[in-house]
């Protein structure tokens, strides 16, 4: 039985759930794992505790670096989960730290026995570094959205019944950070009739969405289980990512729960095509993309969600660990 500790950044429970369901299946496969927050106070304990791993994994990016000390300490492989592009990091944080985070990253690939990343953009620098590396993806658990039980409806509504929400509701599940656009999408429900704005998550932005919900047309619900979001999708009529990104998984999770989707412009397009309704980081555009995209077919956007499940990319990953831990004795690189 192999025993893996999996370092994850350290988010609010039920906003980055991916780990989670890679995790899930690579259980039902036989493996051990022990998921837990990249963060000092695991590093700290990693230095005293008598738990034995046969392999270390570390998500980008606090997970990839303190995975990369417990390796080093504790002389195990390390496989780097390598799922946000260094852009985004950039763009949101103050020059030093995303410096020393960058070259931190470099060090964790380097260190790696195999990096998988998710961006083809990092593909370059990541076989900079890393001896061994492959592309993955992110994934949905399809059927679990696209076909929700009667008690998770049920939940959803229940809760939602407490509200006033008009006919129509577009709904957005995640992040509640800049980089993601929340208070262009909170404002957008000025500029629309008979619409509702739900809101589930949790971030930084959070109180300016509280407030808007006391005065506007903003239902906020805070963070809800993420196996009770696919019954909260169930009550919505469309669907809101606003941030720069073609590999979101909420937009995977929407196109399973059949949403019409609105997407921001950018990045996306080249992937989703025309499977989603774009529109730019300012209230007026996004309530015009809602109002456009109401109604819209949702077959093609359903048919990328489908090739894209947990299940499949939990095999990568269970081939990548197997391999890492069957040949750490003579491949595994020096510290």
């Known amino acids: 039985m192999t025993r893996v500790l999996w370092l994850t950044p350290n988010k609010p429970e039920n906003i980055s759930v991916g780990r989670q369901r890679i995790t899930a299946h690579l259980e039902e496969r036989g493996f051990t794992i022990d998921l837990q927050a990249g ?17 270390v994994v570390g998500t980008t990016r606090a997970g990839a670096i303190v995975g990369t000390a417990i390796s080093v300490l504790r002389g195990r492989p390390l496989v780097v989960d390598h799922i946000d592009p260094i852009r ?6 103050v020059w030093p ?93 000025d500029h629309l009739d008979n619409w509702s ?6 971030g930084s932005e959070s109180e300016y969405v509280e407030q808007a919900a006391e005065v ?16 909260y999708l169930y009550a919505a009529d469309v669907g809101v990512s606003l941030v720069d990104d073609p590999n979101t ?15 921001l412009a950018g990045r996306a397009e080249a992937r989703l095509e025309t499977a989603v309704e774009y529109c730019e980081a300012d209230p007026k555009s996004v309530s015009t993309a809602i109002e456009r995209t109401h109604g819209r077919s949702v077959d093609e956007l ?6 894209y499940s947990w299940e499949s990319i939990a095999d990568q990953y269970a081939s990548v660990i197997a391999k890492v831990v069957n040949s750490a004795t003579s491949d595994f690189p020096s510290s």
């Open 39 to 55: 963060d000092l106070p695991t590093l700290r304990k990693a230095l005293y505790d008598d738990e034995d791993y046969d392999v």
């Open 88 to 93: 985004q990091f950039e763009e949101t944080s």
């Open 97 to 189: 730290l995303a410096f020393f985070v960058k070259h931190f990253e470099h060090l964790a690939f380097r260190r790696s026995a195999h990096t998988l990343y998710v961006y083809p953009e990092e593909a370059s620098r990541v076989r900079r570094f890393a001896s061994s590396a492959s592309e993955t993806n992110l994934g949905v658990e399809y059927d679990r959205f696209a076909d929700p039980s009667q008690e998770v409806i049920e939940r959803a509504y229940e809760r939602l019944s407490r509200f006033d929400l008009h006919e129509n509701v577009a709904i957005y599940v995640g992040g509640l950070e800049p980089i993601y656009h929340i208070r262009e999408l909170v404002d957008s429900i």
């Open 197 to 202: 704005l739900l809101v589930l998550g949790s």
């Open 216 to 231: 506007t047309d903003v239902t906020f619900l805070g963070t809800v289980p993420h196996e009770d979001v696919p019954g």
């Open 249 to 263: 998984l909420k937009v995977l999770e929407y196109g399973a729960a059949g949403l019409p989707t609105v997407q």
């Open 302 to 307: 359903r048919e990328i969600a489908q090739d």
